[in-house]
């Protein structure tokens, strides 16, 4: 014989009025200010959703930019007597493009536009450019008639083309610039400075294209310009990185970065919205 056990009506409602356990998940909302300063990006639907998942991956591609262009101004402007990039061609293969090309394709996963467009085109031009320098290549030889590297260096046809090839660059970094000033003035102010040191290269290397070498002491200065533009650039940069990561790392320090989403219409809304011009 079995028993059952005897449940009261008492205790029948009691089991019936236990609490169910859920998950629950939490949202987190960040500002259109803080989302711009921390990802360098105009906040857009779903962004926040996308970028919390992850660590963020912004100050990661521009500390590799940072310190390639450091190293490249200080170079271009001689500092301590330096003179050509052959010794510190990491920075062209490794320092800046393996952190920009990894943050690429982070910021892609976390669905960042805009930084991933930038770790991207900088990840091509410190590659690109570091062609330029290797010497095993051999590209300066291939531009003179008996093979030789030194002549190769300073004839008109291959500084014509390195200056129609910085030109393009000044246009393509003018480009960004102009969805900066949408961001903050730091990041504007990042773009503007390089646009003009990649102008001023490109003049640098139209001057030798001339073949007159009486113009060598203006051609130095306007490398020497050219260097000091790109040393500004990292000098805005290396602020920019100490405030994103200031702010990642919770630290009470509030580094201004002069904000100017205020003065555009919101980016938070639906492309619809936007195309049907009913959002304020």
């Known amino acids: 014989m079995t028993h059952q056990p005897i449940v009261h009506e008492a205790d029948s409602d009691r089991i019936e009025e236990k609490p169910q356990l859920s998950h629950t998940t939490t949202s987190i909302s960040l500002s259109p200010e803080l989302f ?18 992850f660590a963020n991956a912004t100050p990661l591609g521009f500390l590799g930019f940072v310190i390639a ?11 301590g007597g330096a003179s050509g990039l052959p010794a510190v061609a990491g920075i062209f293969f490794f320092t800046g493009p393996v952190l920009l090309l990894l943050a690429t394709i982070f910021l892609w996963i976390q669905a960042q536009f805009f930084p991933m467009m930038v770790c991207g085109l900088f990840c091509v031009f410190w590659l690109s450019f570091g ?9 300066a030889a291939s531009y003179s008639a008996t ?29 960004f610039w102009l969805f ?20 001023v290269l490109s003049g640098a290397y139209w001057a030798l294209s001339d073949g007159k070498f009486d113009k060598a002491l203006k051609l130095q200065k306007e490398r020497h ?5 790109l040393f500004i650039v990292a000098m ?10 200031a702010a990642e790392m919770r630290w009470s320090v509030n580094l201004p970065v002069g904000d100017l989403s205020h003065y555009w219409r ?13 959002w304020d």
Do not use: C
């Not at 711009?36 to 998942?53: F, G, R, T, W």
């Not at 062609?131 to 590209?139: E, N």
């Open 131 to 139: 062609l330029l320098q290797l010497p095993t290549l051999g590209l």
């Open 69 to 79: 262009t450091f190293t490249f101004s200080m170079v271009l402007m001689g500092w």
């Open 225 to 229: 310009a050219g260097g000091a533009l």
């Open 180 to 199: 900066t000033i949408r961001i903050n003035a730091v990041f504007a102010g990042i773009f503007g400075f390089v646009t003009f040191g990649s102008w």
């Open 236 to 245: 805005l940069g290396w602020y920019m990185l100490f405030a994103i990561m």
């Open 266 to 278: 919101r980016t938070d809304v639906e492309p619809a919205a936007m195309e049907n011009e009913k």
């Open 36 to 53: 711009e300063k921390l990802y360098l990006a105009p906040k857009v639907p779903h962004s926040s959703e996308n970028a919390v998942k």
């Open 147 to 175: 093979g030789n590297a030194a002549e190769g260096m300073v004839s008109k046809e291959m500084n014509a083309v390195i200056a129609l090839y910085l030109l393009v660059w000044g246009f393509a970094l003018g480009t």
